[in-house]
């Protein structure tokens, strides 16, 4: 029996009734903080929920309606924030389907209990204080940098607050600092192991043994190659911004799935059709309460992600349930190197540019290891006045506004009017070849 | 005295300038002068032919993104330092080329080039000025 390392023993391996009854407090206490705000206040009142005390057990969750990204997107900027501006200490967002972000606000106790969760993540995969961690996700408004930064501090891991991107410094610090985990997604890591002989670098001249991966979709089989590759242990993460970011649930050593942190989130599976709870064990779309977070309470959160919650314990001795990696979504959004992008966002720009035609097509192939995303559009022939400067001005300005709604710089092709395939009836507008293994 | 230059976008897809001058060749349009720009993602394909106006209602029915530019043809003394003569007399006027390109053949011992010039009325006038021949339309379809 291996060594198994806690960050907060009793609460990871409570039994099933003490997590229960903890949720059920909890939960108490979040509807209260949700009828202070627009979003719920009338939702609750109309399912009879006019107080914290009308909940009288887990089961009268049901009776509450689902949230979705639309929800918040109305809600926006702050219809469902439940505490004034000075209780306030930070902002997160994360693209909304439209131009209109997803905004979460968190108190003080909001980010104290997000990092807790971060530091029991980190310890479940046997990092420790003698660590050296370099964080390679994007900073920012983007919760994925920030999340495990707060959470690593706390363990007491060195941090390297490196952010995203920047290859050859990245392979330059991992050399010089030692380090020993990263946090990154597998794509970026896979990106990384492709340059390392172009920067003369051996996998002996670094010290790397952990990865923590997120923030995209990955098969099993990229994990074995990615621990191959590198000879590391790599261990999934799972989270989004809505739910304050990474930290929903994370693999504790046995790498067998990850455990979602129970104590602070209500897990249901839904059928995406009818909306009905499925037993464990079954495919669904991943719903989810945060019972611990008052700015922003989120009631029955939908996903869109498609998982399974496995229905026996864990060889860890952990008794919080454990979600299978994300195994597909029931939207369209796309996952471009860890960003989230809706096909809806680069439409709604597309059609407020005159010189291009209404007509467009998404792609998205892999360049190496990396995702590429490239935006065809067709040109307007009468705004076409044979200078290559315009055009390449034309291309320019379609990036950056492209790039100030989904953060990405896109590639932009200029197609010729009626180039691009037309359908009759719904469109294909998105064309994915990345490889699926 | 300006002449017509068709541009057309070429979208980067194999056997897209072979489609243009098939169209053209197939109408009896003769291509006089040509070059293309190219991008890393499309093309801008100049022309000068014989028959302008032909040719763009051509190119446009067959769903040709095309259009006119007015561009000056000159001729240039076929030696050494020939064109390098034009270019200092421009240069001194301040007059300022935006891109250039030869005639496919000549009507002369003289070499032709095709200039597009940031101020198209500003360089005729100082063309006229040193008397440096400029190609009128009709010359262009004679040849």
Redesign the interface.
């Known amino acids: 029996m291996m060594d198994i390392p806690f960050w907060s023993r009793e609460i990871e391996t409570a039994e099933r009734s003490r997590i229960e009854q903890i949720q059920l407090e909890r939960l108490r206490d979040t509807i209260g903080w949700a009828l202070k705000t627009n979003l719920y206040r009338r939702r609750l009142t109309q399912v009879g929920i006019g107080s914290p005390d009308d909940v009288k057990s887990l089961a009268d969750l049901r009776r509450i309606p689902f949230t979705t990204k639309d929800d918040l997107r109305v809600s926006f900027p702050k219809g469902h924030l439940a505490v004034g501006m000075t209780d306030v200490i930070r902002v997160h967002s994360s693209s909304g389907t439209t131009g209109i972000p997803t905004v979460i606000y968190y108190a003080r106790q909001d980010l104290d209990n997000w990092t807790d969760l971060l530091a029991r993540s980190i310890v479940a995969t046997g990092a420790t204080s003698s660590d050296i961690f370099q964080n390679m996700m994007t900073y920012g408004l983007f919760t994925g940098g920030l999340g495990l930064h707060y959470g690593a501090e706390r363990v007491g891991l060195t941090v390297i607050p490196i952010g995203g991107g920047n290859t050859k410094r990245q392979i330059q610090v991992m050399k010089d600092f030692q380090t020993t985990v990263v946090h990154v997604t597998p794509s970026y890591l896979l990106h990384i192991h492709s340059k390392l002989g172009e920067e003369g670098i051996e996998l002996k001249d670094l010290a790397l043994r952990k990865a923590f991966i997120g923030a995209e979709p990955h098969s099993e089989n990229t994990r074995r190659k990615l621990q191959d590759l590198m000879r590391i242990d790599a261990y999934n993460s799972y989270g989004l911004s809505e739910l304050n970011g990474p930290g929903v649930a994370f693999e504790c050593v046995c790498k067998k799935d990850m455990h979602v942190w129970e104590d602070a989130f209500i897990v249901e599976i839904i059928d995406p059709q009818t909306g009905e709870v499925l037993p464990d064990g079954q495919e669904g779309e991943v719903v989810l309460t945060n019972v611990v977070r008052r700015a922003t309470p989120i009631l029955r959160y939908r996903t869109r992600d498609l998982a399974f919650l496995h229905p026996q314990g864990c060889d860890c001795g952990r008794t919080h349930r454990r979600l299978s990696r994300i195994l597909g979504r029931t939207d369209d959004m796309l996952i471009i190197n860890g960003v989230n992008v809706f096909p809806s966002q680069i439409e709604e720009k597309i059609m407020k540019i005159p010189e291009v035609a209404t007509n467009y097509q998404i792609h998205v192939d892999k360049k190496g290891a990396l995702d590429r995303l490239t935006v065809k559009v067709e040109i307007y022939p009468k705004l076409f006045l044979g200078e290559v400067s315009k055009l390449e001005a034309l291309k320019h300005r379609i990036v950056e506004e492209l790039k100030a709604s989904i953060t990405i710089s896109p590639g932009v092709e200029l197609h010729e009017p009626g180039s691009l395939p037309v359908y009759e009836g719904k469109a294909k507008r998105v064309v994915d070849e990345r490889p699926k293994d | 005295m300006k002449i017509t ?1 068709i ?1 057309v ?5 194999k056997g897209r300038l072979y489609d243009v001058c098939s169209l053209l060749g197939a109408h009896g349009v003769n291509i006089r002068a040509l070059t293309i ?1 190219e ?1 890393e ?2 093309g ?1 394909l ?1 022309i000068v032919v014989d028959k302008s106006e032909a040719a763009i209602k051509l190119l ?1 029915e067959n ?7 007015d561009v000056v043809a000159i001729e240039v003394p076929d030696q050494p330092g020939g064109l390098a003569s034009i270019l200092k007399i421009l240069s001194e006027h301040d007059v300022n080329i935006e891109y250039m390109y030869g005639f496919v053949e000549k009507f002369s011992d003289k070499a032709l080039l095709v200039m597009r010039f940031e101020d198209t009325d500003f360089a005729q006038q100082v063309l006229a000025k040193q008397k440096i021949h400029v190609v009128t339309e009709k010359e262009i379809e004679g040849l």
């Open positions: 230059q541009s976008f070429l979208e980067n897809r720009a991008t993602s499309f801008v100049r446009r769903q040709f993104v095309a259009n006119f530019t």
